[in-house]
């Protein structure tokens, strides 16, 4: 998969722990307000299994700068592990819990997180090639949209080629997750605040049941990675986390939509979406290898401006919580009020993309 890579690390010295334990607490402050002893349990699990494995990660998987990195000193990689073993072990007390009952969609989720997090862990030290990794995220993708469909479906189309769609969509949403994780907090900037959003739709039950409470565990999750990533990484997700992080947002997205918040799930994602879709776009024009790594994203734009991670992380993080409120205030609305959302979000995310765009190579 194409390396990105994020910040840079260093010694952790005194201003950059003091900035990251700030950013965690009121990760965790915020995790805990919206999803009590659950989030925080996760955010838990997460910290700590992320300082038993940070030996191996800074022996075996270290990330090397290179031309199109972003970052100039080696940064251990794999994080993402953490995040996946927090919300697997939200599914596991689920499933021990009695909330897990026949035809829940969980079991298969859980699965599919595994497989596509197996992938990006084979991918972050073997390097993949295209062919094995597109088709374990086909069917990773594939799982979670069967099953999640089984109860309704979005369009008026044919239930395989409606399957056919989301699933293209589906591994579209995984793989822009990873090319967007190209510096310190980016990925965090832009799920956090969608899993908050989903978070409060779940208590308003635009979200079913199991899949409310995942959403739980997964904020609190991402919560617990804010002190190794925000706003200086000392600790990179690796595609191992991206693309879980992908698959987990995508399922997300995907209930939302089926139970009535489609404007919501449209407008969460957005930036992440337009960025990446454009730049694809543009490079694909340029008849340019698309799945080489890169530094055309607007915010990598932005950093080569000049401007540190964390101040574009953080402008990313401020919009994307702009969005959460819209998607929020979208639910049971009118179609003229949730569309006239849509395309308000849309104008923000195009302006935060031209000031990126706006930044020079320093």
């Known amino acids: 998969m194409p390396r990105f890579g994020s910040g840079e690390s260093g010694r952790m010295v005194a201003p950059r722990t003091r900035n990251a334990g700030l950013a965690a607490v009121l990760a965790l402050a915020f995790a805990a307000w919206l999803g009590a002893p659950l989030a925080i349990f996760a955010s838990l699990i997460c910290i700590l299994v992320t300082l038993l494995l940070m030996?191996?990660?800074?022996?075996?998987?270290?990330?090397?700068?290179?031309?199109?990195?972003?970052?100039?000193?080696?940064?251990?990689?794999?994080?993402?592990?953490?995040?996946?073993?927090?919300?697997?072990?939200?599914?596991?007390?689920d499933g021990f819990t009695g909330v897990v009952g026949s035809g829940s969609p969980l079991p298969v989720l859980a699965f599919s997180v595994i497989l596509i997090a197996s992938i990006g862990a084979l991918d972050d030290i073997l390097d993949l090639p295209a062919t094995p990794r597109l088709l374990g995220q086909f069917v990773a993708v594939g799982l979670v949209v069967w099953t999640g469909l089984e109860a309704a479906q979005l369009f008026r189309l044919p239930f395989v080629i409606e399957c056919m769609l989301l699933v293209v969509a589906g591994v579209w949403f995984v793989n822009l997750t990873n090319f967007m994780d190209g510096i310190d907090g980016i990925t965090l900037a832009g799920f956090l605040p969608l899993a908050a959003a989903a978070v409060v739709l779940g208590d308003m039950a635009y979200l079913t049941r199991e899949i409310g409470l995942l959403a739980i565990f997964f904020l609190g999750a991402l919560a617990g990675f804010v002190f190794f990533n925000f706003p200086k990484a000392s600790l990179f997700l690796g595609d191992v986390g991206s693309l879980a992080i992908g698959l987990v947002g995508g399922a997300l997205l995907l209930d939302l939509a089926q139970h009535g918040a489609m404007a919501a799930a449209i407008i969460l994602p957005l930036y992440h979406f337009t960025d990446a879709t454009l730049t694809l776009g543009r490079r694909i024009l340029r008849r340019e290898k698309v799945w080489e790594a890169h530094k055309e994203h607007a915010y990598q734009h932005a950093v080569r401006g000049g401007w540190s991670h964390g101040k574009v992380s953080g402008i990313v993080l401020g919009l994307n919580m702009g969005l959460a409120c819209l998607a929020v205030l979208s639910v049971g609305r009118s179609a003229v009020v949730q569309g006239s959302l849509v395309w308000l979000s849309f104008a923000g995310v195009m302006a935060i993309i031209l000031v990126f765009h706006r930044k020079k190579p320093a």
């Open 55 to 93: 030996p191996l990660f800074r022996a075996y998987a270290m990330a090397r700068p290179n031309a199109r990195s972003s970052h100039d000193t080696p940064v251990p990689q794999g994080g993402g592990v953490a995040i996946v073993v927090a919300i697997l072990c939200g599914a596991l007390i």
